[in-house]
């Protein structure tokens, strides 16, 4: 797909840059490098790839069942560059687009009590999200020039969730401390970028480790300290905080130097469409205890009416004419939005000063229209753990810079869970976040990265390269999630130690894990085998990782009720079939 000359810049740039890091895959089909770069001899025929997929032997103690869920394929046509797991908060922080099925309400700012109050595609009622990168047909010549070029003139930075408009109302007594520690948060993403400076123009994965690490650190003891100042002053537990913990490296500015094709500009508004509003927490001052409470659940009743607001975008599209989204849903969300607003504003009246200006939050926009405010998603200016927001998908092709070409959509997608060799499974907490795969092998490393990719009738076989499938057979990605529990934390710092993958040889879950249904999910593709062959069809990604099959991952909120989380658990335990 790339000319000889593009491969050998853009593979001499990375494995300068990462010291030919070398991956241990599950297929015999890998590169054995970090390499990011997308080309025909990253397709490989499926019957090359000798058989690698064992299943432990179950035990006494096994639980061998399997629920299935049934969410359908995106018939709504939720897509989204948001990653509520791995980028909370940041909005269009994938950078490229992804399938969601399950929950309709969800986007990078839901709480869990959306996620609760959200309808669902699912038969059964689960409310849980699934969402993975979507697959493309592009029959142009991706250019490997362009991409080495745009990584040419880039200055990686990091990119961080914001603390600022997620904090709960913050009491007057601990504004002063908070405020202090916001700016330290500040001043510790501006050094890391100062570290991050070194390496432009370059993918230097030690570098960024070293660099996320550090500003982990720094972070979890901040966002605790500021959690602690809230509850010593009579705000309560903040809860949630650890998610916005960690950090990414960004290539964001590779953007400019990428395309979008020339269909991508014909659409006035993005078909991804999401309702923007201005964030409320981050503009409240100190907050009177008396008025914490009910501040606090007002700022929640916004977030309500607008998870609200969203999922009425995604079921009512195409109804009505020009007009049907800024009569039946922006108007009727700013008349509610602003009689919240005014009841904040009473609220704090009652022992402090009124908060001016809450009016003007009220009003929204639809992702594609002209934004609230000048330089970011938050109607604000740009701080530098809120960075100004990425560009939204353009046109019927939903296109982030080079990730273009048709959407590709699944013909099938089998979710299961399943359970374990060694012992009977727990029900999952409810909203535990999960993530398998890693979306970033080549700016962060291939330790997290998992062959994913098979064919139809090849069960017995995953390849870290794109499947070039016999006749007949589809493409298909089966995608394993974590299936050990610390048995106390929904997330992590990292999003991922809360979690852990059972011994590959025994299936045996780790010293103070215990097993927890563990979710499958198979996504099948009819792909026509001319474009398989020459090499047409790729995942989205970010722009530094260039289409690298070795880059799939998926995505996992729970969202199942406690009842019916036991009902699955009871079914594996049992070793039925169920639905």
């Known amino acids: ?112 009590a959306d996620l609760d109050a959200s309808g669902t595609t699912c038969k059964n009622g689960d409310k849980s999200s699934y969402f993975w990168p979507v697959v493309r047909i592009d029959k142009t010549v991706r250019s490997g020039a362009d991409t080495a070029r745009a990584l040419a003139a880039t200055t990686p930075m990091v990119t ?36 991050m400076a070194a390496s432009k123009g370059r993918i230097d994965a030690r570098l960024n480790a070293s660099v996320l690490a550090d500003l982990r650190t720094q972070r979890v003891r901040l966002i605790k300290s500021i959690s ?45 469409a999401q309702i923007q509003c201005p964030t409320v927490r981050d503009k409240l001052p100190g907050v009177p205890a008396q008025a914490v409470g009910e501040v ?65 939050l009220a009003g929204c926009t639809v992702t594609g229209q002209a934004q609230n405010g000048p330089g970011n998603q938050n109607g604000g200016a740009a701080t530098p753990s809120a960075p100004a927001a990425l560009p939204d998908p353009q046109g019927p092709n939903l296109e982030l810079p080079n990730n273009t070409g048709g959407v590709v959509r699944p013909a099938s997608v089998l979710i299961e869970y399943r359970g374990n060799p060694t012992s009977k499974v727990v029900p999952m907490p409810k909203f535990l976040r999960a993530l398998t795969g890693d979306a970033k092998p080549t700016s962060r490393g291939p330790a997290n990265a998992r062959a994913t990719w098979t064919c139809s009738g090849f069960a017995d076989r995953l390849a870290d390269k794109y499947p070039i499938c016999p006749q007949g057979s589809q493409v298909q990605r089966v995608q ?69 099959p070795f880059s799939d991952h998926n995505d996992f909120i729970n969202v199942n009720s406690a009842r019916t989380m036991q009902k699955i658990a009871t079914c594996i335990n049992k070793g039925k079939t169920c639905r």
Not at 161 to 171: F, I, K, M, T
Not at 185 to 190: E, P, S
Not at 513 to 538: N, W
Request: net charge neutral; hydrophobic share 40%; aromatic share 4%.
């Open 160 to 195: 961080c969730p914001s603390v600022r408009d997620r904090l709960p109302a913050v009491p007057a007594r601990a504004r002063a401390a908070v405020d202090t520690r916001l700016a330290a948060l500040d001043r510790a993403v501006a050094a890391a970028n100062k570290r």
């Open 296 to 360: 606090n659940r007002n700022l929640a009743e916004l977030d309500r009416q607008l998870s609200e607001a969203n999922e009425r975008l995604i079921t009512t599209r195409g109804q009505g004419g020009n007009n049907f989204v800024d009569n039946a849903i922006l108007g009727p969300l700013k008349a509610k939005r602003t009689a919240v607003l005014d009841r904040i504003g009473i609220a704090i009246s009652r022992n402090a000063a009124r908060p001016r200006g809450l009016e003007a």
């Open 480 to 548: 394993d999630f974590p299936g050990c529990w610390d048995g106390k934390n929904i997330d992590s710092t990292n999003h991922r130690d809360h979690l852990a993958f059972a011994d590959a040889g025994t299936g045996a879950c780790k010293q103070g894990f215990v097993a927890i249904p563990q979710l499958r999910i198979t996504i099948s593709y009819d792909i026509p085998r001319d474009v398989q062959v020459k090499g047409q069809f790729a995942l989205d990604s970010f722009p530094e990782e260039d289409h690298n």
């Open 228 to 272: 602690d100042d809230i509850a010593a002053a009579g705000g309560g537990r903040t809860s949630g905080m650890v998610s916005l913990v960690e950090c990414d490296a960004s290539y964001d500015g590779m953007h400019a130097g990428m395309r979008h094709s020339a269909a991508s500009v014909k659409a006035a508004l993005a078909a991804s």
């Open 1 to 112: 797909m790339h000319t000889r000359t593009a491969r050998i810049v853009m593979a001499a740039a990375v494995v300068a840059a990462t010291g030919a890091l070398t991956a241990t895959f599950v297929s015999s089909g890998g590169k054995g490098t970090a390499d990011a770069a997308t080309e025909l001899n990253q397709f490989v025929p499926i019957q090359q790839v000798r058989p690698n997929v064992r299943n432990p032997r179950p035990g006494a103690q096994a639980s061998t069942g399997v629920f299935t869920v049934d969410c359908g394929t995106n018939g709504n046509g939720k897509f989204s560059p948001d990653n509520p797991v791995a980028q909370p908060g940041i909005k269009n922080g994938a950078e490229h687009l992804h399938d969601f099925i399950g929950n309709l309400a969800i986007t990078t700012n839901s709480s869990d």
